[in-house]
């Protein structure tokens, strides 16, 4: 359902101002428009729960029953009587788990990358709404043919084809970016920043809790956590509905000067033709990227979180990391988790904020600068923890490796809000469905590329089973040199310099 919707030649004016200016939010809506907002965090909150109470028992459900086929295959455990966790731990059981989650995230991203902007110019042109709803409808079915497969003893690659159900929707990272899409059309742009950072902190407190109630609710029945990962889902469904569309205040802050009237109705007032549709749907997406791509900061920008979701899904293979590095059980070494969102979680409430505070107040008229000097520093700081995470030795180094991460993580907080000042706010679907198809390109790579970095760390041993974190801390350094070729034109012109 669409409401308030503005005319199509209204989208498809000049879809970039030649002169940006730091002031383009003092129109209409210089308020932050709470409902939307807190209905997003609450959808993410729900679905953050159902992800990462699932997060261990899932890992543990894919181990046993790999574990299961390798010891029956050596005749050790014939009758498939239940295996001690310890005994999986051995090498070919961890290469084929890594190989089957890093292929499955692999997979999961390419419905996003093929999909993410076609789904942003949709959001842009019928609403944030529906395009939200239908990627959690898509990643409800995915995860019931998770459980299926394994409930019904199927091969287990099977589950590969997970991946197809989100088609529908694009996947988590078109969510996530619709989510970011109504964060900007509610915010101005001075406050956005904070309110991405309490959306982050909100998100995060989900990473704490969750955990340990999966590590508890697996030790009565290993399937009891993932049924309640799709139960999250399913009511995130459901409060989506309740969420107001937001797509009128991007039109609105673009136009103040304009009256939307337009209705539902306006769109369907032509009887639908496929072919023109078609094309008008190729033609606009050819144009909104040569927009976004025609200034340099900003391709700077989409390129820096092509490489920081490359080097950030590395986290992916943490739980395993430990429990293979320091000999630790994947019910305890899930643990890991919410000690990371607890550091997160402080970054996000505590330090974050007070250092947004202090640059806000030093750069009130230029909240662009801003940004851009905190992602340099977050960058830094991202680099720092992946290589402390990759040398450790001990428990107790790679902790104080994920706390050092933690606090450079608020660099997509950062750039994403330095990169939408940059752009028109009628272009947030489109700009923010590119950075969607960056970190997704980023992910599909790191998949498989993290996983034969894990397995060629274990081959190698030692300090080099934290092979994925010493790649990662070398591409955020490589990336870090490229946030600094990145220049703002003097205050009071309101253009970006290009280098």
Request: charged share 15%; glycine share 6%; hydrophobic share 45%.
């Amino acid at each position: 359902m669409v409401h308030d919707e503005p005319r199509d030649d209204d989208v498809l004016r000049p879809l970039l101002a030649d002169r940006p200016t730091p002031d383009s939010d003092r129109g209409p809506n210089t308020t932050v428009n709470w409902r939307p907002t807190i209905l997003c965090t609450l959808m993410f909150l729900v679905m953050g729960i159902g992800s990462f109470i699932s997060a261990a028992p899932q890992l543990r459900l894919f181990e046993s029953i790999i574990c299961q086929q390798y010891y029956q295959d050596t005749d050790t455990f014939p009758d498939r009587s239940e295996i001690p966790e310890h005994l999986c731990k051995a090498g070919p059981v961890q290469a084929a788990l890594a190989e089957l989650v890093g292929w499955q995230s692999c997979f999961d991203n390419i419905p996003s990358l093929l999909l993410a902007l076609p789904y942003g110019i949709l959001a842009d042109k019928y609403g944030r709404r529906l395009v939200m709803t239908l990627s959690f409808v898509g990643q409800l079915a995915g995860m019931t043919w998770v459980l299926f497969v394994c409930w019904l003893g199927l091969p287990i690659k099977t589950v590969w084809l997970s991946s197809a159900f989100l088609l529908l929707g694009g996947g988590t990272t078109v969510a996530a970016s619709v989510v970011m899409m109504v964060i900007t059309d509610s915010t101005p742009q001075i406050n956005r920043s904070q309110i991405f950072m309490s959306f982050e902190a909100a998100v995060l407190l989900t990473e704490i809790i969750s955990p340990p109630i999966g590590s508890l609710l697996m030790t009565h029945r290993i399937w009891l956590p993932n049924l309640v990962n799709c139960a999250c889902c399913a009511v995130s469904i459901l409060l989506s509905w309740y969420m107001p569309e937001t797509r009128h205040y991007a039109i609105r802050k673009a136009h103040p000067e304009s009256e939307i009237s337009a209705t539902p109705s306006e769109d369907l007032s032509e009887p639908p033709n496929a072919h023109k549709r078609g094309s008008a749907l190729v033609n606009t997406l050819k144009e909104r990227l040569s927009v976004i791509t025609a200034q340099r900061n900003v391709s700077l920008l989409i390129l820096s979180f092509l490489v920081a979701n490359f080097a950030r899904d590395s986290m992916a293979f943490l739980l395993q990391y430990i429990s293979k590095r320091y000999s630790w059980p994947i019910a305890k070494t899930s643990y890991m988790l919410s000690f990371r969102a607890f550091a997160q979680l402080l970054q996000f409430m505590l330090l974050l904020p007070w250092i947004d505070r202090t640059m806000r107040r030093r750069f009130e008229t230029r909240p662009k600068e801003k940004d851009l000097y905190l992602s340099r520093f977050s960058i830094i700081v991202m680099t720092i923890g992946f290589a402390a995470l990759g040398f450790a030795p001990t428990i107790g180094l790679s902790m104080l490796g994920i706390a050092v991460y933690t606090v450079g993580s608020g660099f997509s907080t950062f750039a994403r809000s330095l990169t939408s000042s940059l752009m028109e706010p009628t272009m947030m679907g489109a700009l923010y469905s590119t950075l969607a198809i960056m970190e997704t390109t980023g992910s599909l790579l790191a998949g498989p590329s993290m996983s034969w970095a894990f397995r060629w760390g274990m081959d190698l041993g030692g300090v080099w089973l934290g092979m994925p974190y010493l790649i990662s801390a070398g591409l955020c350094a490589l990336m870090t040199a490229v946030i600094f070729m990145i220049r703002l034109e003097p205050v009071g012109t309101g253009a970006v310099v290009h280098v």
